[in-house]
């Protein structure tokens, strides 16, 4: 994996956006109109902006599988951070939806712990390629990624499916959180 630059973004927005078409937490918060594929792709490009200024996004090597990873404890408050929130919320979100993801991101953020970590925002295979090996290699490519920062990696999911495959990586569900889906929280701690 390498890590991206503003070069491979939308490599990046397309892959995720292909990845998390049926997601039912992305489709929870995106506006559900005859522009809703447009307005997933306006999150994956927040999701980019967010992780490239606090975080780090990565692209798998053949290109057909990237990260995005947020360290929560370099995030801040910056006019460019207050840009993307309101381009977010008019363009992708809907302003009678404000209130709903405003709900479900304080629920999340209960459920959080407050410890150092590698936030695993979003990893996607595009579709076809999706059961090759790419994903895996990624993933073993960011745990090991997440051990020489020495911060466990925190992800929810809300696709039922990928449990197992999470499971085999050594994550663990920690916590759930019902919405009108259910969202499952998980961690992988740090090898001793």
Known sequence: MKKANYQNK???????????????????IVKQDSKREQRIKILMNYSFEVCYLFGEVFLSDDRKACALVLYPDQKKTTLKSILLDVKLMFKSIGIENISKALGRESKIKKLQ??????????????????????????????????????????????????????????????????????????????AS
Request: negative net charge; hydrophobic residues 35%.
């Open 10 to 28: 939308t490599t990046i927005i397309n892959i995720l956006t292909q990845s998390f078409d049926a997601n039912q937490s992305v489709n929870y």
């Open 113 to 190: 712990p407050k410890e150092l970590m590698y936030y695993l925002w979003f990893i996607g295979v595009d579709p076809e390629y999706q059961g090759s090996g790419i994903g895996h290699q990624l993933m073993t490519e960011l745990i090991a990624h997440s051990e020489e920062l020495k911060r466990p990696i925190y992800l929810e999911t809300s696709t039922l499916k990928n449990l197992p495959w999470y499971k085999k990586f050594g994550f663990e569900v920690y916590n759930e959180l019902e919405l009108s889906y259910k969202l499952y929280f998980l961690k992988r701690n740090l």
